[in-house]
Structures are given as C-alpha cells and as structure tokens.
C-alpha cells in the first residue's frame, strides 16, 4: 500500500483548524498511519466504523484497505470538508454525529433501515473500529463498544499511553479499568506514539491499542454495569471462557464494592459494599483460594468472576 506524505501543513481552508475544545490533534506521521493499518488487518470484506476522522488522514487508508468506511465527525465544519474530499469515494460514508449519541442510536436501533445515507437509518453488522480518538472519549467510548448488544470485532485505538498501560495492567497492579474491559476483551499495546507524531502536540505521549473482544457471543448485559465515573479503563486469557457464565449486574456489583477502598483489604471492602457479614465473606474468600487481607488491586479478573461466582450461585 503506497501513502501520500502527510502534510504539516493546516488545511488548505485557514478557518479548519484542530478544535482544541474536542480535543483533536492530528496524526502527521505516516509510519504510525502503517502501524494502525497493519494492526486492523483489513480485508475488503470489513466495514470500519471510525470515530473522528479530522482531516481524513486515517480515513484515506482505510478507505484503501477496506470494503466500507463509515466516519463519524462531531465538528461540523469539518464534517462539510471531508464530504467533499470523499465525494468521489464510493466507501466512504461521512456522518455528523457525536460518537456515544450515535453508538446509542445504533443500541436503540432509532434509525429506520432503507434511507439514504444523509439520514444516518443504517446500521452497523460484523464491524471494526479504527480510530484516534479524543483522550477525554476514552473510556465511555470502549463502554459502550463493549458493552453492546452488537460489538464490534475488533478495536484499534490511539490513546493515551498511560491509560493503555493501566487497560494492559495485571496483578498486582489491576484497577477497576483494568478488571472492567478485561471481563469483556482481550488488549495489548502494539506500539507507543511520540507526542511529537500529533499537530498539535499533545502533552502525553499516545499508544496504539487493540482490545479484541472475547467472542461475539457475549455475557449477559445489563444497563451501568461498567463504571462512569472511571477516567480511564485486557481479560487475560483464562477470563474469556467464563464470563459466559456469569450475571453482568452481580459481577461487576462484587467488583465495585471490591474497589470501592482501593487502599483497604477485600475483607473490608466486600463485606461493606455488598451488605454480607464478614465471617462469610471470609469464608468465601478462602474457598476462592484468596487471602482476606488481600487488595483488590491483587486479583485477575478470573479471582472476580470465581467470587461472584461463590456469592451468588
């Protein structure tokens, strides 16, 4: 795949320029670009969802690589560039829409199938999503993704590289985040990003993540069971054949109240959280092989699904 030089140069219209407000910075290195395209392993047979587009650098490749690209843009101004930039390109459908609102269309189903284009009524099947995306979208971005009814396949993101460390993290260094996209998806960096690789530079540096959905066939779902209030958010290998077999609501109810003291042992914490005196939370830490002093911070997300597991069955 040939790619054009990626300009450090604004648009050629002065007024469109990266919106400091929606958080924008612009990719201006084209061996990232190859990176992001490798790492989605596109086949002309995948339709792309990605989430802010900009000024269609990534769009572009993709549109290369893959059989549908679907672009979703906030900023209008914007939007009205890269519908004519991708005028002529039969694979690329630009919409103006916040992502989440239309992430929830899509849950809802609130469109009406058959329209044109222009009126947003189609729906996403068997789909990726390639994006570099906002830092402030993080985590009800991947809420959302893997929270759905219709998730995607696979997730490619450019993020920020403290929060694809901590997405990546395990015992002993697990956080809520961690235990939250790890019951749902498989994550790993595939490459740490310069800031300097952005216009404008950011403050941070960035990674490329892939978090790859356990199956599509996914557990039971039920409304807020990840965390909103989480700043931030991978199952590892022996979560993903037993989430199946777990109620969404009870466990990640069992793992609110887990983290709810980060600092404080599990004794303490489960025992306040979920309202069960301690001798029995005790005694079913132990049958779950865990040691009541533990911190929550200690346990795989397969310890938490073993637990709620005990609680509730």
Request: glycine residues 4%; aromatic residues 6%.
């Amino acid at each position: 795949m040939s790619y054009k030089k990626i300009s450090s140069q604004t648009s050629k219209n002065d007024d469109i320029r990266p919106n400091k407000l929606l958080g924008q910075n612009w990719l201006r290195d084209k061996n990232v670009l190859k990176k992001i395209i490798a790492a989605a392993n596109l086949t002309k047979s995948d339709t792309v969802l990605e989430v802010g587009p900009g000024e269609g650098i990534l769009t572009q490749a993709l549109a290369q690589s893959a059989g549908r690209v679907v672009a979703v843009e906030k900023d209008p101004a914007l939007t009205a560039q890269l519908k004519i930039k991708f005028t002529n390109s039969k694979n690329v459908e630009i919409i103006e829409d916040d992502i989440l609102s239309f992430l929830r269309k899509q849950e809802s189903r609130a469109w009406i199938p058959g329209q044109t284009r222009d009126d947003k009524s189609f729906f996403l099947i068997k789909y990726k999503v390639v994006a570099n995306i906002p830092y402030y979208l993080t985590s009800h971005l991947i809420r959302l993704l893997l929270e759905s009814n219709n998730p995607p396949q696979d997730i490619i993101l450019m993020i920020q590289k403290e929060v694809a460390q901590r997405i990546c993290a395990c015992p002993p260094k697990m956080s809520l985040l961690a235990v939250s996209v790890q019951f749902y998806a498989q994550p790993k960096i595939i490459a740490s990003v310069s800031k300097n690789s952005f216009w404008p530079k950011p403050k941070v540096d960035s990674a490329i993540i892939q978090i790859t959905p356990h199956s599509i066939s996914h557990p039971e779902r039920s409304e807020g069971s990840l965390i909103d209030s989480s700043p931030e958010f991978i199952p590892h290998s022996d979560a993903g054949a037993q989430n199946d077999k777990i109620n969404n609501e009870r466990f990640f109810s069992v793992l609110r109240a887990g983290f709810s003291h980060p600092r404080k042992q599990l004794l303490n914490n489960l025992s306040a959280g979920l309202k069960i005196p301690r001798d029995k939370i005790n005694e079913t830490l132990r049958a779950a092989g865990l040691k009541p002093n533990q911190r929550a911070e200690t346990l795989s997300v397969a310890d938490w699904i073993k637990i709620t597991d005990l609680f509730f069955n």
